[in-house]
């Protein structure tokens, strides 16, 4: 007979699995040290402010407590196919917990990208816990599963509809993130803004990828407190996109504006290359509020009476992606 774990089971788990992530375990140590060579994308840092994130947000008893009590946990588990992006550290993590929490069995598809962190966790888990290795697996093939939850680009989306959109299921596409600014902001909100910019290098959907501006604003005050962030142009990756687009803007003769990390170019559009953020101007506040909510682009808005600056990349556990509640998928499949 199967041991099934009950959700108060799950929840310390979690909870010892948060500790053990701010630990200073010298194998966990190693096993991010790993993640870096494995993705030129990844760094330390960024590994540990995805680490601090998860286990501050999510990995604690009392908020685990509080967003569970909202649902009704299943008493006949499915068999629920994840499969997880990789563009940044542990992106994936949010599903797996959704999946895991509610009770349900997971094969999960990791990213190439972003397969050491995950796989060591788990592997902890299951160490201390061996039903968890009944309940959780990875695998390179979702077959025959009773839903699915899929992330990727706006391209692997139509390949995902094809398998699994006969089957209950969440498709995200690809989406970003937009900051609305008033020109009052104070020098530390620009420097908090320079965060959601730059952080995980602008990979993530969360990430601001284009500012909202009234006319007359001052970029180059911008810019100017932006330049905490050069060091980023010490990536080669990073720093091969910036000279590209600089390129391109130069031949094209296309108007830009720049420090030493990040060009500045007016677009329309949200979604900017690695190095660029794109800007725009609004006479009417509300009306562009307005087309930012119509918008199935946008992920998160920051400024003002929105998001807080510096905010973007720490998601609570009840910020679902997409503004889809995947525990309420879960809890119905």
Known sequence: MTYTLQTENRIELLTRLGKYMLSGDLEWQDIQARAVSANAWFTAAHISLAINNIAGEYLQKDKLEQWIAQYKVTEKPKSIGIVMAGNIPLVGFHDFLCGFISGHNLLIKLSSKDDVLFKYLLGKLTGWE?????????????????????????????????????????????????????????????????????????????????VCVPREYDFARLLNIFNRHNDYADLNKYKNNYDYHLAIYLLNRIPYMSNESLLMVENEMPFSAVSVLHYKFYDDKKELIDSLFKSEEIQVIIGHGFIPFGDSQKPALSDYADGVDTMAFLCGV
């Open 130 to 210: 061996p039903a968890v290795g009944s309940q959780v697996q990875i695998a390179d093939r979702l077959n025959n599963c009773d839903a699915y939850i899929a992330t990727g680009s706006n391209n692997t989306a139509r390949y995902f509809e094809q398998y699994f959109g006969k089957y209950p299921h969440i498709i995200r596409k690809n989406r970003t993130s937009v900051a609305i600014l008033d020109g009052t902001e104070t020098d530390d909100e620009l420097a908090l803004l320079a965060d959601d910019v730059y952080l995980y290098y602008g990979l993530g959907c969360r990430n601001v990828t284009q």
